[in-house]
C-alpha cells in the first residue's frame, strides 16, 4: 500500500510538473517561407507588422485537433483586432487532403505546408494541437505548449498562451520571455530528423551531388551568383547564408507552386535534398572523410550549346558606367537575309552578363519607330528573351518556329545595371534556323494592366491587379512569364473554359523580381476557342518590402525599376493555323 501511495505521488508530481511553465530568454527562430494549403506564401518576417503570430500544428484526423477547433476560432475572435495573425502548420499530410480536412472541419485559418518538417523542427513542435507564438519582427518564439490547461472546456482559460500574447501587444521586450509548457496531442514522426541525427548526410556522397545538379551552374567562378561552390571550404563558409535562402524558398530560385502543373526549367527541389543540405548544415556542415571534392571538378558547358548558329546578331557595344542608372536601350540590328527565315531556336550571349539585367529580343517591320504611339509603331513579333539564370538555348516546340519576314529587323530591349566597375557589354544573339516551313507559328502574347497609368497606393501591402484576353481559336499553350518590378508579390495565371469551368495554370505566390525565367509546361495545355486567360497578382508598397522604394508615396508605371509592371506572358500556337 505504501508503495502504490508512492508511486501515485511520484505520478501525480510528475504531472503537475509537466504543467509547470519553464521560462528563459526568449528563443529565437531563423526566418522562413511556406506555401499554404490555398497556394498562398507566408513568410515569418513578413508579419513584421504585426504584434505576434500564432500557429497550431495541425494533423489530419488529430482529435484533438478537431475538439478545439471552437477555441482556436475563440482566440482569433479575441486578438484578430489587436495585431495578432493566425496560421496553422501541418508537417505531415498531403496538401489536397489537407484542403479537405480543412473544409470538412471548418477551420478558418490558412494551413502552412511543411512538407520537409524543417519549420516545424526550428519552432520545436513536436505534436498536433501545440502552439507557438511568435513575435514576427523580432523572429522570437515567446510561447509553446497548448492553447490551455483544461482539457476540453467550452472556453480559453487565462492561460500562459494568453499571457504571451498579451505581453507581445504590450510591446515590452523586457518581459519576453520563451515560457513552455508540455503538451498532449497527436505526435508528429520526424523520421528524416531521426536518420540524419544519427547518420549525418556526407558531404561527399549525399550534400555536394544536389550542389552541382541544382546549384553550382549559377554559383560558379565568373557566373552570376555571388559566390562560387567550388569546394567544401566555400559551402562551409556560406552555410548559414544557404540555410538562410532554403529556408525563406529563395533559393533555388523556383518560384512556382509544385501543385499546380509541371515545368520542365522550375529548378525543383525534391523533399529529402532541402531536408538533407539543412540537417548536414545544422550538423556544422562536416567535411567527412573522402579526400576527394566533387564541387572542386566540375566542368561547365560553356559557348553555343547547339552547335555554332546558323546567323549571329550582335547587339551594338555598350558601355555600362560603373554607378547610377542606364536607361533602357532600344538598338535596332539589320538582317542580311534574302528569304524568309523560320527560327528553331536561340541562345543569348552576353559577354558581360552581371551587367545584363534582361533583354528582349523582337522582329519588327522595316519602318517599325518606337518614338511613336503604339497604334502606329509598326509590327513586332517576340523572338526570345534573355534574364539571370538563362545559361540554355530556347528550342521552341517541334513544329513551331517564329517567323521572321524577308526585310524585317531585330530590336532588341537591353536592360543593364551597374555593378561597381565600368564594363563593355556586346551581346551575341545566336539563330538557328528550321530547314523546312514548321506547321505552326510559335506567338507570344504580353497581356498587362494599367501600363503607364498603374498605380499602387502608398504603404499598401497586397495591391490586387488582374487582366485577362480571350482566345478566338484553339491554342496550345507552351509556357508563361509573370513580370512585375520590385514591389511584385505574386501572380497566378488561369483559364476559364468556354463552360465556365476553371483551372490553374501557374502560381507563382513569391516573387522575386532578381529571377523572371519563362516557365514552360512539361505538358502543353490544349484550350478551346472562347478560353479566357486571367492574370490575377498583388504588389506590395509597403515598408515591409525592401524593394518598394519610397513606401510613403505612390509607385506609378514605367520601365524603370523603381516604377512598376504588371504583366503575363504567354506563349502559344494556334492548333488549326495553316
Not at 506 to 515: C, H, Q
Request: proline content about 6%; charged content about 20%.
Amino acid at each position: 500500500m505504501r508503495i502504490r501511495n508512492w508511486k501515485t505521488i511520484v505520478l501525480q508530481s510528475m504531472l503537475c510538473a509537466a504543467l509547470i511553465p519553464v521560462a528563459s530568454a526568449a528563443d529565437r527562430v531563423g526566418n522562413f517561407g511556406l506555401i499554404d494549403a490555398a497556394g498562398d506564401f507566408h513568410q515569418l518576417s513578413k508579419y513584421g507588422y504585426q504584434n505576434a503570430l500564432v500557429i497550431v500544428a495541425q494533423v489530419n484526423g488529430c482529435e484533438l485537433n478537431y475538439n478545439q477547433n471552437h477555441k482556436y476560432k475563440l482566440l482569433e475572435t479575441t486578438y484578430k483586432d489587436r495585431g495578432v495573425s493566425f496560421v496553422m502548420l501541418n508537417a505531415s499530410d498531403e496538401r489536397n487532403a489537407v484542403k479537405s480536412e480543412a473544409q470538412a472541419f471548418d477551420y478558418a485559418w490558412p494551413i502552412m505546408m511543411d512538407d520537409t518538417q524543417l519549420v516545424a523542427e526550428s519552432l520545436g513542435i513536436s505534436k498536433a494541437g501545440e502552439v507557438v507564438v511568435l513575435n514576427p519582427s523580432r523572429s522570437e518564439i515567446l510561447y509553446r505548449g497548448p492553447i490551455d490547461t483544461q482539457g476540453r472546456g467550452d472556453e480559453p482559460s487565462t492561460t500562459h498562451l494568453s499571457d504571451s500574447i498579451e505581453k507581445a501587444i504590450a510591446g515590452d521586450s523586457r518581459t519576453l520571455r520563451t515560457t513552455v509548457v508540455a503538451a498532449d496531442g497527436c505526435d508528429i514522426e520526424f523520421s528524416s530528423r531521426e536518420m540524419h541525427s544519427s547518420n549525418v548526410p556526407d558531404y561527399t556522397n549525399d550534400v555536394a551531388p544536389i550542389l552541382a545538379e541544382k546549384c553550382a551552374n549559377c554559383h560558379r567562378e565568373g557566373g552570376i551568383a555571388p559566390f562560387a561552390m567550388n569546394s567544401h571550404q566555400m559551402v562551409q563558409g556560406w552555410s548559414p547564408m544557404i540555410k538562410e535562402t532554403l529556408m525563406t524558398k529563395r533559393m533555388p530560385p523556383a518560384q512556382v507552386d509544385p501543385q499546380v502543373n509541371h515545368f520542365s526549367n522550375a529548378r525543383y527541389m525534391e523533399i529529402n535534398e532541402l531536408q538533407t543540405l539543412i540537417h548536414w548544415i545544422d550538423a556544422g556542415a562536416p567535411r567527412g572523410n573522402s579526400e576527394s571534392d566533387p564541387l572542386s571538378q566540375l566542368q561547365f558547358r560553356e559557348g553555343w550549346q547547339l552547335g555554332e548558329p546558323d546567323h549571329i546578331v550582335y547587339s551594338e557595344r555598350f558601355t555600362v558606367p560603373a554607378t547610377g542608372v542606364v536607361d533602357y536601350r532600344f538598338p535596332v540590328i539589320d538582317l542580311p537575309f534574302k528569304e524568309d527565315k523560320w527560327v528553331r531556336a536561340v541562345q543569348f550571349m552576353p559577354s558581360e552578363r552581371q551587367v545584363v539585367h534582361h533583354m528582349i529580343a523582337r522582329i519588327v517591320e522595316p519602318g517599325f519607330d518606337r518614338t511613336k504611339a503604339a497604334s502606329e509603331r509598326g509590327e513586332a513579333r517576340f523572338l526570345e528573351g534573355f534574364a539571370p539564370g538563362k545559361d540554355d538555348a530556347t528550342q521552341f516546340p517541334e513544329g513551331t518556329g517564329v517567323f521572321i519576314p524577308i526585310g524585317h529587323k531585330i530590336e532588341i530591349s537591353e536592360h543593364y545595371t551597374t555593378m561597381g566597375r565600368e564594363v563593355t557589354d556586346e551581346t551575341a544573339i545566336g539563330l538557328y534556323f528550321s530547314n523546312e516551313e514548321p506547321e505552326h507559328e510559335f506567338r507570344t502574347y504580353s497581356l498587362s494592366h494599367g501600363g503607364a497609368n498603374l498605380n499602387i497606393p502608398a504603404g499598401a501591402r497586397d495591391h490586387r491587379m488582374y487582366a485577362s484576353y480571350v482566345f478566338d481559336d484553339d491554342v496550345m499553350v507552351h509556357a508563361f512569364r509573370p513580370h512585375m518590378h520590385t514591389r511584385g508579390k505574386n501572380m497566378k495565371f488561369k483559364v476559364i473554359y468556354p463552360d465556365n469551368s476553371s483551372e490553374d495554370l501557374i502560381n507563382v505566390p513569391n516573387y522575386n523580381f532578381a529571377w523572371q525565367p519563362t516557365y514552360r509546361l512539361t505538358e502543353p495545355k490544349m484550350l478551346p476557342a472562347g478560353s479566357r486567360v486571367v492574370i490575377d497578382g498583388a504588389l506590395d508598397n509597403s515598408e515591409l518590402n525592401p524593394g518598394a522604394a519610397d513606401p510613403s508615396v505612390a509607385a506609378l508605371g514605367g520601365l524603370q525599376t523603381w516604377e512598376e509592371m504588371f504583366i503575363g506572358y504567354f506563349t502559344y500556337h494556334n492548333v488549326n493555323e495553316i
